[in-house]
């Protein structure tokens, strides 16, 4: 036994039918697939036996179920609530990593980090590790700065000490 298959006009003539049921053509294809159902009459057959079975099937009293359908709900990995804390853990982990690797220079070092060799000096004659402890060091000045300019917004004055 062998399937013979239709020709590509058929099949999309019938796709075509079976969308025209739900209304879902638009002019166009409606306007191809009555012109090609006006050639072919094997579409025409199949377009008037789907449209005889769509109208028994829609006219057919609903049946009542002997249970109900349940539907589970698959766990989640993470709950949607926690993903804005995960993301912005993520970014200030990401933040602070760019940020310690952009506070060393590490162009013009070869072998072992800069900071690792012990004497290792800069053109002005500071060590490295010095230069990461004076750095350490405006860093936290310039977050009190910060901070005590905040406090005193605040409260509408100055704030000592």
């Given at each position: 036994?062998?399937?013979?298959?239709p020709h590509p006009d058929c099949t999309?003539?019938?796709?075509?039918?079976?969308?025209?049921?739900?209304?879902?053509?638009?002019?166009?294809?409606?306007?191809?697939?009555?012109?090609?159902?006006?050639?072919?009459?094997?579409?025409?057959d199949f377009r008037v036996s789907i449209?005889?079975?769509?109208?028994?099937?829609?006219?057919?009293?609903?049946?009542?179920?002997?249970?109900?359908?349940?539907?589970?709900?698959?766990?989640?990995?993470?709950?949607?609530?926690?993903?804005?804390?995960?993301?912005?853990?993520?970014?200030?982990?990401?933040?602070?990593?760019?940020?310690?690797?952009?506070?060393?220079d590490l162009r013009n070092v070869s072998?072992?980090?800069?900071?690792?060799?012990?004497?290792?000096?800069?053109?002005?004659?500071?060590?490295?590790?010095?230069?990461?402890?004076?750095?350490?060091?405006?860093?936290?000045?310039?977050?009190?700065?910060?901070?005590?300019?905040?406090?005193?917004?605040?409260?509408?004055?100055?704030?000592?000490?």
């Open positions: 036994m062998s399937a013979v298959r999309r003539a019938r796709e075509w039918a079976s969308l025209d049921l739900d209304g879902e053509l638009s002019d166009f294809e409606r306007f191809l697939l009555d012109a090609h159902i006006a050639t072919c009459s094997d579409c025409h449209a005889g079975f769509a109208a028994d099937l829609r006219a057919a009293p609903l049946e009542q179920l002997e249970r109900p359908v349940v539907v589970r709900r698959r766990r989640r990995a993470m709950p949607v609530r926690r993903l804005p804390a995960a993301a912005a853990a993520l970014a200030v982990a990401v933040v602070g990593l760019g940020s310690l690797l952009a506070s060393f072998g072992p980090a800069a900071w690792e060799r012990p004497g290792a000096v800069d053109t002005r004659g500071t060590s490295l590790l010095q230069q990461a402890g004076i750095q350490r060091r405006q860093i936290m000045i310039h977050r009190r700065q910060v901070a005590s300019s905040r406090r005193s917004d605040l409260r509408g004055g100055p704030v000592l000490g």
